[in-house]
């Protein structure tokens, strides 16, 4: 079984640290930039880990898409 890739999105100083433990980081630190990064996430992501303000900036958006997303976990506040 192969192991999928991991991701974190969100704001630079919570996920940049995430790189450490081989984390593709995807820094978006406002709304629109977190659903732009969202919608063109690299290929072969199978988790991503959201800040909680990335998370509420999907969570918001109407256009997030639909069909096979990766799992997502959303970090403490």
């Not at 790189?19 to 063109?40: C, E, H, M, P, T």
């Not at 290929?43 to 997303?69: F, M, N, Q, Y």
């Amino acid at each position: 079984m192969t192991m999928g890739r991991v991701a974190a999105l969100g704001e630079r100083s919570r996920v940049t640290g995430l790189a450490l433990a081989g984390a593709v980081v995807l820094v978006a630190d406002d709304v629109q930039a977190v659903r732009r990064v969202w919608r063109s996430l690299p290929d072969g992501i199978d988790l991503v880990i959201l800040t909680p303000a990335a998370a509420e900036a999907l969570k918001s958006d109407p256009a997030t898409p639909g069909g096979r997303r990766p799992l997502t976990a959303v970090m403490p506040p």
